[in-house]
């Protein structure tokens, strides 16, 4: 079994700053790519930053120059570190890892239960 957990949410003001977690645990040989999205209400989940192994990164456009994503392979943990937030990124932040692990071990996509953002005055 695979678990993959976030955490660092919360309410900030516009401006403001918010670094969040994701481990991936339990039967894993390896954690590939890993990845932040997030849900507005009323919205599609959308792409917010991907990291491969080797710490190549991706962000959606809007999140450009704000949001850096980072990871620690020998804790098989994401980063997002989010600055000069705005109201526009309040949404619930779901975390997602491609790992090779489990039995028989095979390669499975694996989504957080998700932690929710609120930017608000």
């Known amino acids: 079994q695979v678990q993959v957990v976030e955490s660092g949410g919360g309410l900030v003001q516009p401006g403001g700053s918010l670094r969040l977690s994701c481990a991936a645990s339990?039967?894993?040989?390896?954690?590939?790519?890993m990845g932040w999205y997030r849900q507005a209400p009323g919205k599609q989940r959308e792409l917010v930053a991907t990291?491969?192994?080797?710490?190549?990164?991706s962000y959606e456009d809007s999140v450009k120059g704000r949001f850096t994503i980072s990871r620690d392979n020998a804790k098989n943990t994401v980063y997002l570190q989010m600055n000069s937030l705005k109201p526009e990124d309040t949404a619930v932040y779901y975390c997602n890892a491609e790992v090779l692990g489990g039995w028989p071990i095979q390669s499975k996509t694996y989504w957080g239960q998700g932690t929710q953002v609120t930017v608000s005055s």
């Open positions: 339990g039967s894993i040989f390896s954690v590939n790519a």
């Open positions: 990291i491969t192994r080797s710490s190549m990164t």
